[in-house]
């Protein structure tokens, strides 16, 4: 069998999002379940469309996701260079070939004379095909100068694709088009042929938007008499709404960002390996290695895949919760409160273990935990917004929290202890949980949300505790 050789082809052309790393993604795991290689290979010959910064950033995110390559840019192999901008030769020599056999020509008519022709077409209510329109006389071709185009033998097509199965196309999907642009570097169509062939990729896994012109590259090959690496065109990626293509509007972060936010990179892949990929049994969270062993082209479905941010959060949230709590700490590192620098790491570690069930993503940390470290400024409006204690007099609240600071008073602050208490003045008191810790809660965070009463309070301590009763006390 021929070994496994896939790669991931990207533009430079910005940040790495959802439906480009998903295109890393799965070419990497079959080149991994299968033992082979996994190439990354930068296509840069759209000089128009680059961004400096990109290849860099483009590098980050796989490498922030554990998507290693085996031979690439920065790393090299045996078919190096992996920069489609240095290997403008090779793509001259197959060019010219083509060339010598008749199989391309120049195309020296400007922008204008084509539109006229494509005018001209339209007025005709014919589709416009380049081949209908050859230039009559021949001239030779320079690089550099004209475009080159190439000369197709139109002809109908039934090809197999390892997602999107059997596929056929008539000849009017066979066209001429242009293999090298008027600066001397190749289109797309072109060079990623070349190089597919010389870096001897067994599977081209790309996205849906290239499957129109299978037919014309299908013609491409035979022309160059070329083997031919296997395709599999991945389906799309919605929208949350599932019918229409994800787009910018639909507000997916970048591969970067999500890392900003503090989701982890395994529930990224896990995420990203559903987007398209039906493993056929229930189960929803995959390790890496599993995804490796399980992973399959067949198992790619041919409608689109809905992209749920919902889901990326929940499995997020999954992961968090299943990471051991030293492996938590160390994770979190970057996404604690300002407030927290000084505060000893046990400390941290012990707000963690309450906080860790309801985590969704690290960037959450700050807003959940600075209660932790700071007073926070008493928040009027989590009284007036809760309708039970908003339903009482000051002087009704005020009397619960002193009851709660006599209470408190007696205890040692440990957890256990302070739940005794709890509940002694819930009895003595002939209140509801919800009035009573509800008041508790506010006047000890001023946050919307805490963890476990006893515990988050037994962390605080009895001092600040009392404290922070006791301002709420002034503010009735
Ligand atoms: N450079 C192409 C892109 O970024 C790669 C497509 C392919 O994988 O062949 O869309």
């Known amino acids: 069998m021929q070994p496994i050789r896939t790669r991931f082809a990207p533009s430079p052309t910005g940040q790495l999002h959802i439906g480009g790393v998903r295109a890393a993604l799965f070419p990497w795991l079959l080149a991994r379940r299968y033992g082979g290689s996994f190439i990354l290979r930068i296509e840069d010959t759209d000089q128009s469309r680059e961004v400096s910064g990109a290849i860099d950033t483009i590098k980050d995110s796989l490498k922030w996701l554990g998507l290693d390559w085996d031979e690439g840019p920065d790393i090299g192999g045996p078919y190096a260079p992996y920069i489609q901008s240095q290997r403008r030769t090779s793509y001259l020599d197959w060019a010219n070939r083509l060339v010598h056999a008749g199989r391309a020509y120049a195309d020296d008519r400007s922008t204008s004379e084509l539109?006229?022709?494509?005018?001209?077409?339209?007025?005709?209510?014919?589709?416009?095909?380049?081949?209908?329109?050859?230039?009559?006389?021949?001239?030779?071709?320079?690089?550099?100068?004209?475009?080159?185009?190439?000369?197709?033998?139109?002809?109908?097509?039934?090809?197999?694709?390892?997602?999107?199965?059997?596929?056929?196309?008539?000849?009017?999907?066979?066209?001429?088009?242009?293999?090298?642009?008027?600066?001397?570097?190749?289109?797309?169509?072109?060079?990623?042929?070349?190089?597919?062939?010389?870096?001897?990729?067994?599977?081209?896994?790309?996205?849906?938007?290239?499957?129109?012109?299978?037919?014309?590259?299908?013609?491409?090959?035979?022309?160059?008499?070329?083997?031919?690496?296997?395709?599999?065109?991945?389906?799309?990626?919605?929208?949350?709404?599932g019918n229409k293509k994800l787009s910018k509007r639909d507000n997916a972060m970048s591969v970067l960002e999500y890392k900003e936010q503090g989701y982890l990179p395994e529930a990224m892949i896990n995420f990203l390996a559903l987007l398209g990929w039906n493993p056929g049994i229930e189960q929803e969270i995959f390790t890496l290695n599993e995804l490796i062993e399980k992973f399959s082209l067949e198992r790619v479905g041919r409608s689109g895949a809905r992209f749920d941010e919902r889901r990326l959060l929940w499995m997020d949230g999954n992961y968090i919760r299943n990471l051991p709590l030293d492996e938590l700490y160390i994770r979190s590192e970057h996404y604690w409160p300002p407030e927290a620098e000084s505060y000893p790491p046990q400390y941290k570690k012990n707000i963690l273990n309450l906080v860790q069930e309801r985590l969704k993503f690290l960037g959450e940390l700050p807003q959940l935990t600075r209660f932790f470290f700071v007073d926070l400024p008493i928040d009027t409006a989590l009284i007036k917004d809760n309708k039970k204690l908003a339903a009482l007099s000051s002087g009704q609240?005020?009397?619960?929290?002193?009851?709660?600071?006599?209470?408190?008073?007696?205890s040692d602050f440990t957890a256990a202890d302070l739940n005794l208490h709890l509940n002694q003045l819930l009895t003595r008191l002939h209140e509801s949980p919800a009035v009573l810790f509800g008041l508790i809660r506010i006047a000890t965070t001023q946050a919307p949300a805490s963890p476990p009463l006893a515990e988050y309070l037994a962390l605080i301590g009895k001092e600040k505790t009392i404290a922070r009763i006791k301002t709420q006390l002034e503010h009735l």
């Open 115 to 241: 539109d006229q022709l494509r005018l001209d077409a339209n007025n005709r209510h014919r589709p416009f095909l380049a081949r209908d329109y050859r230039p009559t006389t021949k001239n030779q071709w320079q690089p550099g100068t004209v475009p080159l185009r190439f000369l197709s033998e139109p002809k109908a097509y039934t090809w197999h694709d390892e997602i999107m199965g059997e596929l056929s196309a008539g000849a009017d999907a066979v066209d001429d088009f242009i293999l090298i642009k008027s600066d001397g570097l190749p289109t797309y169509n072109f060079a990623y042929i070349i190089d597919d062939f010389e870096m001897k990729i067994s599977h081209v896994i790309r996205g849906l938007e290239y499957i129109a012109s299978m037919p014309k590259y299908l013609n491409l090959y035979e022309a160059l008499e070329l083997s031919k690496p296997k395709f599999a065109h991945m389906p799309h990626i919605l929208g949350p709404e």
């Open 397 to 410: 609240l005020s009397a619960l929290l002193n009851e709660t600071l006599t209470e408190f008073n007696s």
